[in-house]
């Protein structure tokens, strides 16, 4: 997505934000009231009318039938696909593939320093290019994460912070710039709220020490303009698991010399291992970052299907309970972030319980690639209860009109003696979007069948 559209789909929520509730919330029942009229708020903010108008020869053609399909959502559904091509068994491999590109349009792929490039100037850009060709193969956007980070060190990193910047600086580059037209959005600094905590200094101290010499905000400021100068029309995203003021006053400070954000995306991580957030958090979260005026991603979240709590002895397993337990709540987070205006992309963090993080049964997959409740449920509003399919005829006027959630589609219009038509279209939320459609006759070509209308040949007799 280019800093245009982002500006357009900011510009969008903007205008929405001034009905929504308050951010405020003082009471319980505000609570209850935002999940009572999240759907109105979804009517509103994520779909948009469409007005279709069929002509034949510049005249309206009446009672056409027209049949539209979403083919793919304008909102970004998404999951890390960090396992792609690592699994051992071959049909668990083809059910993981098969499973993620049924349900998401988004994915994460891992550009973590330390394992993406073990032996100095050896990075893995081949395998990340083969995840992200056969995301490009079916539809789905692709995001790096992240580019910097210091929860770790790269083993053979130097001494040096000068040589550190300058050599993480040039990953940076050389990343974006290669992978431009691939994957144009980004991570670009992970966690940078608390990049001094002790678990940082402890396992990532020459990355730590560098940015703290350099300065917390210098440091993030020179990756971004770093990203923005290897590809311009790329979405750069600012990530972090700190929700709390502290982030606010980060982002504060992330700003050019025009006072504009260097970011173009607020990344904000929703890892719920101990309990889901409750609606009036979902809400109070999505209305302070909202301020910032670029649209929100939800770039990590994890709602577990055992028990709940970091930290659990292993085996940490999924349970009959836990699982429906996680389905009621993806359907509740997701709607709840759905209905808000100013949120964008939802990016599920893991897909399966195989080798998920912390070992946690954090899957919409069981370890043997079989869908949970919660995969299902979340289909079920995806492709489903948020998706369009409509078939109508033209009225007198040669005119129809529908609404339909934001997103790409496919066309046909049937007419008795006329040429159908088919088409691709796309439709923005919060505005008509207006199209002609003109048809053509049909020109059957009257051919004459060797001997149906001649004299019978002569037989001789």
Not at 120 to 137: K, T
Not at 328 to 342: D, G, K, Q
Not at 406 to 416: F, H, I, M, P, S
Request: net charge negative; with cysteine.
């Amino acid at each position: 997505m280019s800093r245009t559209s982002t500006l357009f789909l900011a510009m969008v929520w903007i205008a929405a934000a001034a009905t929504i509730l308050p951010s405020r919330l003082k009471a319980a029942e505000e609570n209850d009231e935002l999940w009572q009229t999240a759907e109105e708020r979804i009517e509103k903010y994520r779909k948009g009318d469409i007005e279709m108008l069929v002509t034949l020869e510049g005249k309206p053609v009446a009672n056409a039938e027209v049949t539209i399909e979403q083919t793919r959502h304008a909102f970004l559904f998404g999951c890390n696909i960090f396992n792609w091509g690592r699994i051992e068994d071959p049909k668990l491999e083809e059910a993981y593939r098969q499973r993620f590109a049924e349900i998401f349009n988004y994915a994460t792929v891992g550009f973590y320093w330390p394992t993406y490039e073990r032996r100095q100037g050896e990075p893995s850009h081949e395998y990340a290019r083969q995840v992200a060709e056969w995301c490009r193969e079916h539809g789905i956007a692709v995001k790096g994460h992240p580019l910097a980070w210091n929860f770790a060190d790269p083993a053979w990193l130097p001494d040096d912070p000068k040589e550190i910047l300058r050599l993480q600086l040039a990953r940076i580059e050389d990343c974006v710039s290669r992978f431009a037209g691939l994957i144009d959005r980004w991570d670009v600094v992970n966690e940078a709220t608390e990049f001094d905590r002790p678990s940082c200094q402890q396992r990532g101290p020459k990355m730590t020490r560098m940015w703290q010499e350099v300065g917390q905000t210098e440091f993030t400021k020179l990756c971004f303009e770093r990203a923005r100068k290897a590809n311009p029309n790329a979405t750069l995203i600012i990530n972090d698991y700190v929700i709390s003021p502290k982030y606010e006053r980060l982002l504060e400070q992330l700003v050019d010399d025009q006072n504009r954000p260097i970011f173009d995306v607020i990344g904000i991580q929703s890892h719920m291992h101990g309990g889901t957030w409750s609606n009036g958090q979902i809400w109070d979260v999505c209305e302070r970052f909202s301020r910032f005026k670029v649209p929100l991603h939800f770039t990590e979240t994890t709602i577990v299907s055992g028990e709940l709590g970091r930290g659990r002895p292993r085996p940490w397993v999924t349970t009959p309970e836990g699982e429906e337990y996680q389905a009621r709540e993806v359907v509740r987070f997701y709607t709840m972030l759905f209905s808000h205006p100013a949120v964008q992309a939802i990016t599920w963090w893991d897909f399966s319980d195989y080798r998920a993080w912390q070992g946690a049964p954090a899957g919409l997959l069981r370890q043997d690639m079989s869908p949970k409740p919660a995969y299902t449920e979340l289909y079920k509003l995806i492709k489903q209860k948020w998706w369009t399919r409509e078939t109508v005829r033209t009225d007198a006027a040669g005119r129809v009109k529908f609404r339909g959630f934001a997103g790409d589609y496919t066309l046909r219009v049937n007419k008795e003696g006329i040429e159908p038509v088919d088409m691709s279209f796309r439709v923005e939320a919060c505005i008509t979007n207006s199209m002609q459609i003109e048809l053509r006759e049909r020109r059957i070509a009257e051919t004459a069948i060797q001997g149906a209308r001649s004299e019978p040949a002569d037989s001789g007799l």
